[in-house]
Structures are given as C-alpha cells and as structure tokens.
C-alpha cells in the first residue's frame, strides 16, 4: 500500500458524503493491525470482543480498562494512519458521567484513539454528551449490545418487530442529538438500517450484520479468518480459513519434532571445527 495521510472524522464524513462505503474491522495485536493497514482498512475498532476471541472468556463481560488499554496501544503502534475506535468495557462507563470521561480520556492518552465507542440508547445519551463536550469522539452502539446480552435474550436479531424498531429509530436520533459523531447498528432489520442511515444528519451510521445501506460495515477479523473456534455467526463472510492452515502447521510441526525430522541443517547454526576443538581443550585445562 501506498503511503496514506491520516484518517479523520473529515476524512470518513466526506466518504459519506461521496457515497463511499467505510470499510471497519475489529483487531486486538500489533500484526494483525499492520496488517490491517496495508490493507489500507479505514476504521479499527479494538472491541471488547477481545475478551472471547483473545483472552477466552464466554462473554465480553471480564474485559478491564487495563486489557483494552494493552491491547489498544498495540494496534496503534500496528496502524498508525486508521482511525482507531477504543471499545469501553463493561462497567467504565455505567456507573456514571465521570467514570465515562475519565475512561475515554484513558484511551485517548494512554492509547492514541481517534473515538471511543460505548452500548447502549437513550440511557446511555448523557454519558455521550459529557464525553463530546471533554472534546472525545464518541460513538454510539444499538441493536445488539453484548454488555446486555443477558437482558437482550441471548445473541439474536434486534428490532424485527415494529415497536422494538421504533426505539432502536429513536434511540439513534437521540444518540445524534447527544453528539455520537457515529453509530453501529449490530443485527439490526436490513430495513430498520436504511431508515436509520437515510434520517441521519450529523452521524455515521455503520452496520454489522445489518445489510448494505449504511455509511460503512464492521466485521470481527476472528469471524473472517476462521479463528474463533467456537462458533461463526451467520453475519460474517470467512474469506479465507487461516485457523485450518494454522492447526495444519502445527500438527506438522509437532510431528516433525517427534520423528526427529526438525530442525533440519538450515534450521540451526555451526561453528567451526578449530573453534570447537579450541573451546573442547579450554574446558580440559
């Protein structure tokens, strides 16, 4: 990839505004986000989906302040021109306004995020407004919001009956009007998302696994690649099974090892004879 000028909220508005989709990926490593970068991604968000696909648990809910700031500053040092979203764990940002201001700031000091993102509507729109007026891009998350997933009823489509859709509809101009810069529709109604993104005025609204007619699209990286291994939601496209691949080498390296076959000649290093026979006789002495 050639070399790109920094991405901004100037940047991703005036891709809407052209009609240019925002392509939007999670990532939680270094590798990964140099990756991501070359690709020439334009968002990265480090969700807290980190704490199932990175660090193993069954849900999002263990994930600290301190696990999103390690794995945050390693994306950025990956990605230095994306436009990096820190995801507030559970519980950084509920309690109160100032836990939420303080918390984002954490990101955007201690990680050099561009925004910070949090769940959650109405409830949630005073705790974006206190964030935007500290001067921290926020952006804003309906439909399925995993922190809530308990009182959601499990990992399902959000808003497929007229009354739930009606407040996910509010909710996001609420959401806009408390100055969410942008909003990410996760399982919502293909429909409901057209609606949402044809009433926005001043946010982004991005979709996972809520159809095409939105500003951009979000994918978990995990889901892409096959790298999750307990399941693979039905919202995600797996262009390539990298967790095949990798189960392959290391099945091969294990046996190799075993059979005595690794390391071959070109996987180590010699010396010489004279060297050796000159360290043999010093130990003698």
Request: with cysteine; hydrophobic share 40%.
């Amino acid at each position: 990839m050639t070399e790109r000028k920094k991405v901004t909220l100037t940047t991703l508005y005036s891709k809407a505004e052209k009609g240019e989709p925002i392509s939007w990926l999670t990532c939680y490593d270094y590798p990964t986000a140099y990756l991501q970068e070359q690709a020439g991604i334009d968002m990265i968000l480090v969700g807290d989906s980190l704490g199932m696909t990175m660090l193993g648990y069954d849900s999002t809910l263990p994930v600290t302040m301190t696990d999103m700031i390690r794995h945050t500053q390693a994306v950025r040092r990956g990605a230095p021109t994306a436009f990096l979203i820190g995801d507030m764990p559970y519980m950084s940002y509920q309690a109160s306004t100032e836990d939420a201001v303080r918390n984002a700031g954490r990101f955007m000091a201690e990680a050099s995020c561009d925004a910070i993102k949090l769940e959650g509507g109405r409830e949630m729109a005073d705790r974006i407004r206190a964030i935007v007026a500290a001067g921290i891009p926020a952006f804003g998350h309906l439909g399925l919001t995993p922190q809530s997933v308990a009182a959601l009823g499990g990992f399902r489509l959000q808003g497929k009956g007229a009354a739930q859709a009606k407040r996910i509809v509010e909710d996001a101009q609420i959401l806009e009007e408390a100055g969410a810069c942008a909003i990410l529709l996760e399982l919502v109604p293909d429909r409901v998302c057209e609606l949402i993104t044809k009433r926005a005025k001043n946010s982004l609204i991005m979709s996972l696994g809520s159809g095409p007619n939105a500003h951009g699209q979000l994918l978990i990286y995990h889901d892409m690649f096959g790298l999750y291994p307990k399941f693979t939601p039905k919202m995600a496209k797996v262009y390539g099974n990298a967790g095949e691949v990798i189960l392959s080498g290391l099945q091969a390296y294990n046996q190799e090892v075993k059979d005595q076959t690794f390391p071959a000649a070109e996987n180590y290093f010699g010396m010489k004879d004279d060297e050796f026979e000159a360290l043999v006789k010093s130990l003698d002495n």
